[in-house]
């Protein structure tokens, strides 16, 4: 019986950006990489829209030869679990970022609006009207319920200010994936001294999100 | 990240199973895996492996740290040790979890290898509950965790919101 679910192994996953040429569990591990750090860092990370529609176009692609191959086939069994599995991931994830958009909106929206050109967005198209409409449902409904019951001089909010920001100071743990040197942890205390420390590959840390916000941005370590 | 999601975790993690069926190669998105000859070992992930020992195809082999004298080992030396020593594997409470309840006519000794797992989870669990409770305590700034794994960091997390609460 000629393996019509073989072919998908052997795909190469190209995508319009300069990102390299990406084998198919590559990808899959760009993708769980991206879910546990979102899931575990406290504020709402880049988006990852090459990953995720690559991943969409991977199970789409699996999904459509299972339907191809006959009922009862062993291996379609197989297919099917895993399949499952990278959907749950990606939902995971998706999820995590809707949480973190719903509850940070203004800040979310603000980020947005002063990135610079050619810095990569934190939002996807889909995700920054979603969080517009938020936005904008969340100001109709305190206007409707509190605001216009005032006096006139108070019925606006400044959400930026209402909305309490992600806490950066948050600890997180992690896993070192490039080695980095003289790390500068603060003190917690007036009696504390800075000091600093090398972060050795493959170790594990557990210390203040803000000191390694930027190491997780460039991919040199992973949240656990 | 709740203990289901860390099982989801530990089953990504290989271990070697007996099939009792044969099939050529699979081509799964995240690798390959096969082919399968009845009697023959092959390595797939503890996802696959229990999902073909609920359907009767297989057999699993135990994991190579799954004996008792390395065990008891590996617990005499927690125990006498302040620091964390290195666990028998990244997910071993999960693992052991899921292979004994699952497949635990496959692995000799199950009880006691169950008893042995849950006495090193015990010691590094207090051992844990001190180094959070100093780590509190003297405000500090940074750990190095190495040793610690799955689901060891979600009781770091809930023994310092308990800490938290009481400091």
């Known amino acids: 019986m000629s393996d019509a679910l073989s072919e998908d192994g052997s795909d190469i996953n190209q995508d319009d950006s300069q990102e390299d040429v990406m084998t198919p569990a590559e990808l899959i591990a760009k993708l769980e990489e991206a879910w546990l750090n979102e899931k575990f860092s406290p504020e709402l990370l880049e988006n990852k829209s090459e990953v995720v529609e690559c991943v969409m176009e991977q199970l789409t692609h699996m999904e459509a030869n299972l339907q191809r191959v006959k009922k009862g086939d062993a291996k379609a069994g197989f297919h099917r679990m895993e399949i499952d599995r990278i959907r749950y991931v990606l939902s995971s994830y998706l999820r995590s970022r809707l949480q973190k958009i719903e509850k940070f909106f203004p800040h979310v929206l603000e980020s947005e609006k002063s990135r610079a050109e050619g810095q990569p967005s934190l939002l996807s198209p889909e995700e920054f009207a979603f969080a517009k409409e938020y936005y904008a449902n969340t100001e109709t409904y305190l206007k409707a319920v509190a605001l216009k019951r005032m006096p006139p001089n108070l019925q606006t909010v400044d959400m930026l200010k209402a909305v309490p920001e992600p806490c950066l100071d948050s600890f997180v743990f992690l896993r070192v994936k490039e080695r980095q040197e003289n790390m500068l942890i603060e003190p917690e205390t007036e009696e504390q001294r800075d000091f600093v ?3 050795e590959e493959g170790s ?6 803000r000191t390694i916000a930027p190491l997780v941005l460039s991919g040199a370590v992973q949240l656990i | 990240m709740d203990p289901s999601e860390v099982e989801f975790l530990a089953e990504k993690e290989f271990v070697k199973i007996i099939p009792n069926f044969s099939l050529d190669k ?5 690798g390959d895996l096969g082919p399968f000859n009845p009697g023959l070992p092959v390595d797939v992930p503890v996802w696959l492996a229990l999902n073909l020992k609920q359907r009767q195809k297989c057999r699993i082999l135990p994991l190579e740290w799954m004996d008792v004298e390395k065990l008891e080992e590996i617990r005499e030396l927690e125990r006498k040790e302040d620091a964390f ?6 997910y071993y409470m999960e693992l052991t979890k899921l292979l004994l309840n699952h497949a635990s006519d496959n692995i000799p000794k199950a009880d006691e290898i169950r008893t042995l797992v849950k006495d090193i989870w015990d010691t590094r669990i207090a051992k844990l509950r001190l180094s959070a409770d100093s780590f509190i305590r003297q405000q ?4 190095q965790v190495t040793q610690i794994m799955g689901i060891n960091h979600k009781a770091v997390r809930f ?8 400091a």
Not at chain 1, 204 to 209: G, P, S
Not at chain 2, 26 to 30: A, D, P, R, V
């Open chain 1, 197 to 199: 420390v090398d972060l």
């Open chain 1, 204 to 209: 594990q840390h557990l210390m203040r999100y």
């Open chain 2, 26 to 30: 699979i081509y799964l998105i995240g």
């Open chain 2, 85 to 90: 020593t290195p666990a028998p594997s990244s």
């Open chain 2, 140 to 143: 500090e700034a940074h750990a």
């Open chain 2, 159 to 166: 023994i310092s919101y308990q800490q938290e609460i009481q």
